[in-house]
């Protein structure tokens, strides 16, 4: 079946610096990416809507220049998280899909990331 | 908009229990419903889903019926086992790509 592969699965950074996650569809092209993100013990929420070839869509409340997505090819995109703190330590998780109808997407394994 | 309400746990079994996690759901237009688990320190996993009302989700022992009337999509099992323990989460989505998650329920299977 189809396959996201995210990577790193984890990551511990210093405040101040950036890091960078990558978002692969393995077997299909997918247009659109998915970035959420989970605090311990809570939801995962969606952050931002990745878009080949054009701009993220962020959600309400999600600093974009913070956490920069770029999505350059049809199988690749990444988050950036930018000037890193201990408050965005989270586990951040991707998805994508074929975008068909009744087909779900699938998701990434997640990016442990810890800021110190 | 669309959302989804979830039973708060945690929620801690005798092994071969029954199992309940409520969830219901709001949305503008049909949704497909899903169920997700997560095991420590892993991603999401789709452990079943149902498309359209009445529809019947099945995977690992595991159900849930897609009811439109009540807007539900209760998770139920009728033994649980000290390995179903994990997170699950109830999802929906449109689009089959963007998904609104409930905010999960902890499951811990005692021996």
């Known amino acids: 079946g189809a396959v996201v592969s995210q990577h790193p699965s984890w990551v511990i950074c210093k405040s101040g610096t950036s890091v960078k996650i990558e978002c692969r569809s393995l077997?299909?092209?997918?247009?659109?990416m998915f970035w959420y993100r989970q605090f311990p013990k809570q939801s995962l929420m969606l952050m931002a809507t990745?878009?080949?070839?054009?701009?993220?869509?962020?959600e309400q409340g999600v600093e974009k220049d913070k956490f920069l997505i770029n999505h350059a090819s049809l199988t690749l995109s990444t988050l950036t998280v930018t000037s890193a703190h201990p408050e965005d330590s989270s586990f951040y998780i991707c998805?994508?899909?074929?975008?068909?109808?009744?087909?779900?997407?699938?998701f990434g394994q997640g990016t442990r990331l810890t800021v110190v | 908009g669309d959302s989804v309400t979830q039973m708060e746990g945690p929620v801690t079994l005798s092994e071969e229990a029954f199992l309940t996690i409520n969830c219901t759901y709001t949305?503008?237009?049909?949704?497909?419903l899903f169920w997700y688990v997560q095991y420590p320190g892993e991603g999401l996993q789709l452990l079943l889903k149902?498309?359209?009302?009445?529809d019947k989700g099945s995977n690992k022992g595991f159900e849930a019926t897609y009811r439109k009337e009540t807007t539900s999509f209760h998770l139920e099992k009728g033994s649980v086992q000290v390995s179903d323990s994990a997170v699950y989460f109830c999802a929906l989505s449109e689009t089959g790509n963007q998904f609104y998650f409930g905010t999960g329920t902890s499951l811990t299977v005692i021996p």
């Open positions: 990745s878009n080949e070839g054009s701009k993220a869509t962020y």
């Open positions: 149902a498309t359209k009302a009445d």
């Open positions: 998805s994508a899909g074929p975008g068909t109808a009744n087909t779900e997407a699938f």
């Open positions: 077997d299909f092209q997918a247009t659109t």
């Open positions: 949305a503008t237009g049909y949704p497909s």
